[in-house]
């Protein structure tokens, strides 16, 4: 019995005792023989470990956190919604954890000399138990590792380098969205027509004018000339700057004071954006979509081999397949990747959506990473064990149990608000907060105004020098 044991790692086999007529069961906690007296009796051997130690395997992920002696290769601690997983485990088991020190490769996957690395190569060597973090619960071509039941789930997305920010001498021409300003330009010409119409009805119906502007306006009765001014007059009452000479009919003047009015509205959404725009740094267009990442023919960097199995392999889609062709698998050093993304830019790197939101938080929150919102793949997490492994049904019923009771998401939960507190030691973000609160005006922040004022100084003289010539 203890051979099996050591050699093949479970218990599941039954002692059949012919002339007894009955059934036993070793018990390697123990080092005992049990007789089978139920359908329970195996169970029971599980529902206690007496302190046997398992060899457990954690790492640096984005729900768990290793201290320990590097020179000795010795674990001192585990911390996370992981390592609260397995002490949980372990306390109700009663079992020990022994970690074992991890690889470079934490996570690892097959290699093409056909060997396994990390832990899903520790798994199939049969060196561990249990990996206590979180894996995807997908194919790591190999048939001798199991997963545990799905403890949660998590999104495979991608970073680039956030856009640069728009210089504040255009500022002004980016803070208001395109549609506004479209939308501004059509009503001020709609206005113009409708004025113009107005002009014509009165005309034609011969409605008496004003007393004050008939003998002002009695020489100006070109058709093109009137409508040209009415168009020039129409645009300065809509960019709210006075008119020099009013209309002659009361139906125009109370059509003008309606477009004061409209132009009131539209000045303070201009203003209001422009405000925003200073106080609140704007960046030019980041890639929001697969697509748009294709198309900016970025090579894709991954850090983990199990990335490149299946995040766009297997799809109809051109622009999977294409972006399938970019990744290349690369080393990663004492410099992360996504430090090299947010200070290079010249590629993006695959990482998963909940380590954006917690150890690399301060990356998006100090505007040096863009997370495309489009993730191609959507995954259930869960442990790994060996198979075949004795301990997977006690394992899964505690996973249950903490799901069922909400602590997994609460640890979760509380993990986030930690990070969103710790966001405020690093220096850069703080930089970035006290620039979004105060924001002192200089020169150069009111280029764009000298800019239109030498232009239009410019276009004046060049039609006084004409007006000059011809007249």
């Known amino acids: 019995m203890q051979t099996v044991w050591h050699q093949q790692g479970h218990n599941r086999i039954y002692y059949i005792q012919q002339q007894a007529e009955q059934l036993l069961l070793y018990n390697p906690f123990q080092d005992s023989i049990i007789l089978v007296q139920d359908a329970f009796s195996y169970r029971r051997i599980y529902a206690n470990l007496h302190g046997y130690a398992l060899r457990a395997y954690i790492f640096d992920s984005v729900y768990s956190a290793l201290y320990g002696d590097g020179e000795k290769q010795q674990v001192l601690r585990v911390t996370g919604p992981d390592a609260n997983v397995g002490e949980i485990v372990a306390k109700k088991l009663n079992l020990t954890l022994n970690y074992v020190w991890p690889d470079d490769e934490f996570f690892g996957g097959l290699m093409p000399d056909g060997n396994y690395s990390g832990g899903v190569g520790r798994a199939h060597r049969h060196e561990l138990d249990v990996i206590f973090a979180g894996f995807f619960i997908k194919d790591y071509l190999t048939a001798r590792i199991q997963f545990s039941a799905a403890v949660y789930m998590d999104d495979l997305c991608l970073y680039v380098q956030k856009a640069q920010r728009i210089p504040q001498s255009i500022v002004p021409l980016f803070a208001v969205r395109p549609d506004v300003w479209l939308c501004f330009l059509l009503v001020g010409i709609i206005c ?17 004018r004003i007393q004050e502007q008939q003998q002002a306006n009695r020489k100006d009765m070109h058709y093109l000339s009137t409508a040209w001014r009415i168009f020039i007059d129409t645009w300065v009452v809509w960019v709210r700057v006075n008119i020099v000479q009013y209309p002659p009919y009361n139906s125009e003047r109370i059509f003008l004071a309606s477009i004061c009015l409209v132009s009131v509205i539209f000045g303070a959404l201009l203003e209001s954006s422009l405000a925003t725009a200073y106080i609140r740094p704007l960046y030019y267009r980041d ?25 766009f392999y297997g799809h109809d889609s051109e622009v999977y397949r294409r972006l399938d062709a970019k990744m290349m698998l690369v080393g990663e050093g004492e410099d992360r990747l996504i430090n090299m993304v947010s200070r290079l830019g010249k590629f993006a790197g695959v990482t998963r959506s909940a380590s954006l939101e917690l150890s690399d938080r301060r990356y998006i929150q100090t505007h040096k990473v863009h997370k495309i919102p489009e993730c191609p793949k959507t995954y259930h997490i869960g442990y790994v064990l060996p198979k075949p492994s004795a301990y997977l049904e006690g394992i899964n019923a505690i996973l249950q149990q903490i799901l069922a009771g909400g602590l997994l998401d609460f640890w979760i939960d509380e993990m986030k608000e930690r990070a969103k507190m710790n966001i405020f030691q690093y220096p850069e973000y703080l930089a970035e907060l006290n620039a979004s609160r105060w924001k002192v005006f200089t020169l150069k922040d009111v280029q764009l105004a000298f800019y239109a004022l030498a232009i239009g100084c410019a276009l004046a003289a060049v039609v006084w020098l004409l007006e000059l010539w011809l007249k």
């Open 192 to 208: 113009a027509f409708i004025w113009m119409c107005l002009r014509a009805l009165n005309l034609c119906l011969r409605i008496e």
């Open 287 to 311: 890639p929001n979509t697969l697509a748009e990442l294709d198309e900016s023919q970025l090579p894709i960097y991954i850090k983990h081999p199990a990335f490149k199995d299946d995040l």
